[in-house]
């Protein structure tokens, strides 16, 4: 019977992925396939992570004050969280940029 991620509970996700012989799953440790069984059941559940998300959850990690000894941990998920989000305006902006110059040869070309 096949698996119904909004529909089965957590548990039944998550022992599928453990008993999965699909290709993404080939080299991946029991721990990373949970992971990946509740990322997959909750974006099922609550619809797909908005992109800026990311740098939302960072701000938000930065003004807690952390549990003693686990700052370095804080800090380390929330820099990763701030690096995706720059990373994908960087992409945005090269985008852009490269659209701009290629206005810019054309609009040398016409003259």
């Known amino acids: 019977m096949p698996l119904n991620l909004k529909k089965d509970d957590m548990g039944d996700v998550i022992k599928d992925f453990y008993k999965s012989d699909a290709p993404q799953f ?9 992971q990946m069984a509740i990322a997959a059941k909750l974006e099922a559940e609550r619809g797909p992570v908005k992109e800026g998300i990311g740098l939302d ?8 004050k952390p549990p003693l ?8 998920v929330s820099s990763a969280l701030k ?3 720059v990373k994908k305006d960087m992409e945005k ?5 490269s659209e701009f110059q290629k206005k810019v040869e054309a609009a040398k070309n016409k003259k």
């Open 69 to 76: 000894g686990r700052t370095s941990l804080r800090r380390s």
């Open 93 to 97: 902006r090269k985008k852009s940029f």
């Open 83 to 85: 690096m995706g989000a």
């Open 26 to 34: 080939k080299g991946k440790s029991k721990e990373k396939r949970r």
């Open 57 to 64: 959850i960072a701000r938000a990690i930065d003004k807690t």
